[in-house]
């Protein structure tokens, strides 16, 4: 119970936490972070943030570094602390760690995944979220290779042969894993 009496709300579930610590920074703070963590330092790399992407509890956007085309992934404030609290203890197993594995295990099998940008680690930046009161967050971002496409979630009429084409993508995923 609270000092007044009034008993305190339960904790927020995980699901509810990834809501609240959804990042929602803004385009200049989206820039500063990409230019600091992933160009060279007093370069005059060029980096446009194209646009936002779909996505459930992060966020991505399509951006170009001098004019190459790249996925900047922001991670809820869930998964960066458990990502952070992951390599504090040397222990290596949130989940962003894991997709990671999975990524680069993926790629060595041919199948087409968004790779880590060359060199650069996973950056963190202190970033809002869409809950003002937790904001600003120790958010995970990442730059990751662009892989041409459509989404099949932006297809009204997929004919037999793009589903097909997915299939056999997901039989080849399964096979790799």
């Not at 927020?12 to 992933?38: F, G, W």
């Not at 496409?149 to 995923?173: I, K, T």
């Amino acid at each position: 119970m609270a000092e007044t009496g009034t008993p305190l709300p339960p904790p927020a579930s995980d699901e509810e936490m990834r809501k609240l610590l959804k990042p929602n920074p803004t385009v200049d703070q989206l820039t500063d972070v990409i230019k600091l963590n992933y160009t060279e330092p007093g370069s005059s790399t060029k980096v446009v943030i194209v646009k936002q992407l779909d996505s459930y509890d992060d966020v991505n956007y399509l951006v170009t570094l001098d004019d190459v085309k790249y996925l900047v992934k922001v991670h809820n404030g869930v998964e960066s602390r458990e990502y952070i609290t992951s390599r504090r203890q040397n222990l290596h197993k949130s989940c962003i760690e894991l997709s990671t594995a999975i990524i680069h295990h993926l790629h060595s099998h041919s199948i087409p995944v968004n790779v880590p940008y060359e060199n650069y680690d996973i950056a963190l930046a202190n970033l809002p979220v869409l809950s003002a009161a937790h904001s600003p967050q120790r958010l995970a971002v990442r730059l990751l290779h662009w892989v041409p496409g459509v989404p099949l979630s932006s297809l009204s009429n997929a004919s037999v042969e793009v589903v097909a084409e997915a299939g056999a993508l997901l039989g080849r995923v399964c096979v790799a894993l």
